[in-house]
Antibody, heavy 121, light 111 residues
Framework: EVQLVESGGGLVQPGRSLRLSCAAS????????MHWVRQAPGKGLEWVSG????????GYADSVKGRFTISRDNAKNSLYLQMNSLRAEDTALYYC??????????????WGQGTMVTVSS | QSVLTQPPSASGTPGQRVTISCSGS????????VYWYQQLPGTAPKLLIY???QRPSGVPDRFSGSKSGTSASLAISGLRSEDEADYYC????????????FGGGTKLTVL
């Protein structure tokens, strides 16, 4: 079964850090680009970051550039998001999503169930 | 304020055909593919349309996508109660806004 399982979310104070993980199974992980997409409570989808199959191409939304770092470990079939200098506006459900291609596109064909990040003092 | 503009709501009765629009610019829809996602209440999004008008396997042919210039549309024919969901368009953006941009979403109500 093709599956993405996120972990690492929780309650964190403003200015602190958090690292999200996404474990992939059921497909050849290193054949595809991967992404993080978030959704604030009651709001729409926002693409956060994407990484190509070999980590050679990485992109970030302006809202997180310089604070978040995406990475992947193909040997462990895992995707990560290091989030630093967290702000209240980063509060959201963070989804891990698989791209249909090796390079970053907008076609996310497999999604995890999400991990909730709450930034509050 | 989303880079891609969608109507916040749409509605239809069972069996009807409804369309949802998505408006962008030359840096996104005008020069790149459009994707559509369906998000049922309390669930993760699901890819409905890729590359403007292609359906992934398992997506009924009641769903279709089109693009013209800097706008795109999702059409749902033979509307069913289970189609009640939020629908999002997305596209690659060549500007500094970021590689991938989403529309604000359209809540479809089946009356």
């Amino acid at each position: 079964e093709v599956q993405l399982v996120e972990s690492g979310g929780g309650l964190v104070q403003p200015g602190r850090s958090l690292r999200l993980s996404c474990a992939a199974s059921g497909f050849t992980f290193d054949d595809y680009a991967m992404h993080w997409v978030r959704q604030a409570p009651g709001k729409g989808l926002e693409w956060v970051s994407g990484i190509s199959w070999n980590s050679g191409s990485i992109g970030y939304a302006d809202s997180v550039k310089g604070r978040f770092t995406i990475s992947r470990d193909n040997a462990k079939n895992s995707l990560y998001l290091q989030m630093n200098s967290l702000r209240a506006e980063d509060t959201a459900l963070y989804y891990c999503a698989k791209d249909m291609r090796q390079l970053v596109s907008g076609a996310f064909d497999i999604w995890g169930q999400g991990t909730m990040v709450t930034v509050s003092s | 304020q989303s880079v891609l503009t969608q109507p916040p709501s749409a509605s239809g009765t069972p069996g009807q055909r409804v369309t949802i629009s998505c408006s962008g610019s030359s840096s996104n829809i005008g020069s790149n593919y459009v994707y559509w996602y369906q998000q049922l209440p309390g669930t993760a999004p699901k890819l409905l349309i890729y590359r403007n008008n292609q359906r992934p396997s398992g997506v009924p042919d009641r769903f279709s996508g089109s693009k013209s210039g800097t706008s795109a549309s999702l059409a749902i024919s033979g509307l069913r109660s289970e189609d009640e969901a939020d629908y999002y368009c997305a596209a690659w953006d060549d500007s500094l806004s970021g590689p991938v941009v989403f529309g604000g979403g359209t809540k479809l109500t089946v009356l």
